[in-house]
């Protein structure tokens, strides 16, 4: 038994929670990936996998088993990592995820970073806060960029490293297009902003927590006519549809071509939100660290800047 390909079959198995997509995540047969999770019982002699016609979890001991395999693969990547990296060229993949409305600045942070470090390949991924929380505890992600104030609510031991801070849009049709793309108009109230049409992300999304407290503080709350976890549904439901949406400054940002659209900043309450990357307490791989370095670098933070915020450039 290889008992590092066996722990990497299980973290994929907890991570996609079925066999099939499993084994195909580790280009390997279905029974291949049973065989191995069969191995790795015989190997501890517990059962680490709860004995059910579909995958149903895994038994106190397989948690057990899956927290060493996380420290396990961990640990083989930094050291490839550093056997395969020169002095001051960081080599070798680095797992970024983001919550939908910050995900066109990871985007631009990706690509910056891989230009500085060719050697680096960003695997960027689109999560809910709770999924990049958990990535990180499990080690399946290197860096996260979301809502930092949610450490507090939930006692997780991450750093932080603040990037900007979000503030919101309303998001509409205006009344005609514009001659060089989307316009910021005027301020606008919650309470005004509340007797349009919303398409707003769904329930689970932090950013709807954020959209559904301002409407309840400014005494208006609302249901929206169209919910979705995508944020390029809520783009388009706009531009082809006639509803309204609630954007941060990123969003509003990566649709700035769209000359029919204009944004008008809301008020009354003032929403700020702060956005910064985070990062598991432990030891950083090298391309984690040239990430970390360009997340405080100050050119890369003006640049941060000028595409979220209020867009005041």
Same mark, same amino acid.
């Given at each position: 038994?290889?008992?590092?390909?066996?722990?990497?079959?299980?973290?994929?198995?907890?991570?996609?929670?079925?066999?099939?997509?499993?084994?195909?995540?580790?280009?390997?047969?279905?029974?291949?990936? !049973? +065989?191995?999770?069969?191995?790795?019982?015989?190997?501890?002699?517990?059962?680490?996998?709860?004995?059910?016609?579909?995958?149903?979890?895994?038994?106190?001991?397989?948690?057990?088993?899956?927290?060493?395999?996380?420290?396990?693969?961990?640990?083989?990547?930094?050291?490839?990592?550093?056997?395969? !990296?020169?002095?001051?060229?960081?080599?070798?993949?680095?797992?970024?995820?983001?919550?939908?409305?910050?995900?066109?600045?990871?985007?631009?942070?990706?690509?910056?970073?891989?230009?500085?470090?060719?050697?680096?390949?960003?695997?960027?991924?689109?999560?809910?806060?709770?999924?990049?929380?958990?990535?990180?505890? +499990?080690? !399946?992600?290197?860096?996260?960029?979301?809502?930092?104030?949610?450490?507090?609510?939930?006692?997780?031991?991450?750093?932080?490293?603040?990037?900007?801070?979000?503030?919101?849009?309303?998001?509409?049709?205006?009344?005609?297009?514009?001659?060089?793309?989307?316009?910021?108009?005027?301020?606008?109230?919650?309470?005004?902003?509340?007797?349009?049409?919303?398409?707003?992300?769904?329930?689970?999304?932090? +950013?709807?927590?954020?959209?559904?407290?301002?409407?309840?503080?400014?005494?208006?709350?609302?249901?929206?006519?169209?919910?979705?976890?995508?944020?390029?549904?809520?783009?388009?439901?706009?531009?082809?549809?006639?509803?309204?949406?609630?954007?941060?400054?990123?969003?509003?940002?990566?649709?700035?071509?769209?000359?029919?659209?204009?944004?008008?900043?809301?008020?009354?309450?003032?929403?700020?939100?702060?956005?910064?990357?985070?990062?598991?307490?432990?030891?950083?791989?090298?391309?984690?660290?040239?990430?970390?370095?360009?997340?405080?670098?100050?050119?890369?933070?003006?640049?941060?800047?000028?595409? !979220?915020?209020?867009?005041?450039?």
């Amino acid at each position: 038994m290889n008992l590092l390909a066996s722990m990497r079959y299980l973290v994929a198995l907890n991570e996609h929670r079925h066999f099939g997509r499993a084994a195909l995540a580790c280009h390997i047969t279905q029974p291949a990936l !049973s +065989n191995a999770m069969k191995a790795l019982e015989q190997e501890f002699s517990v059962v680490i996998v709860k004995r059910a016609r579909s995958y149903a979890g895994l038994t106190p001991e397989g948690e057990r088993v899956l927290a060493t395999a996380q420290r396990m693969l961990h640990e083989h990547n930094l050291l490839q990592q550093e056997l395969g !990296s020169e002095a001051h060229k960081p080599r070798g993949p680095l797992r970024m995820g983001a919550v939908p409305t910050a995900m066109p600045v990871l985007a631009r942070f990706a690509a910056m970073l891989q230009a500085r470090h060719p050697g680096i390949v960003p695997v960027v991924l689109s999560q809910s806060s709770a999924e990049l929380e958990t990535g990180l505890e +499990n080690l !399946s992600l290197d860096l996260a960029l979301g809502y930092t104030e949610r450490m507090k609510l939930k006692g997780t031991q991450l750093r932080a490293y603040p990037q900007y801070t979000e503030h919101y849009f309303l998001l509409r049709r205006a009344a005609e297009p514009h001659s060089d793309g989307l316009k910021i108009g005027r301020k606008i109230r919650w309470a005004e902003a509340a007797k349009c049409p919303m398409a707003l992300l769904t329930p689970e999304m932090h +950013n709807r927590t954020i959209i559904d407290s301002a409407f309840v503080t400014a005494g208006v709350p609302i249901r929206p006519a169209i919910e979705t976890n995508s944020i390029l549904t809520l783009a388009l439901s706009v531009v082809a549809g006639a509803v309204c949406s609630v954007m941060p400054g990123a969003l509003v940002d990566a649709v700035r071509g769209y000359r029919e659209l204009e944004a008008l900043p809301l008020t009354a309450p003032d929403v700020r939100t702060p956005i910064g990357f985070m990062t598991a307490s432990v030891q950083p791989s090298r391309a984690l660290e040239a990430a970390l370095t360009l997340a405080q670098d100050s050119a890369w933070l003006r640049h941060a800047a000028a595409h !979220s915020g209020l867009l005041a450039a």
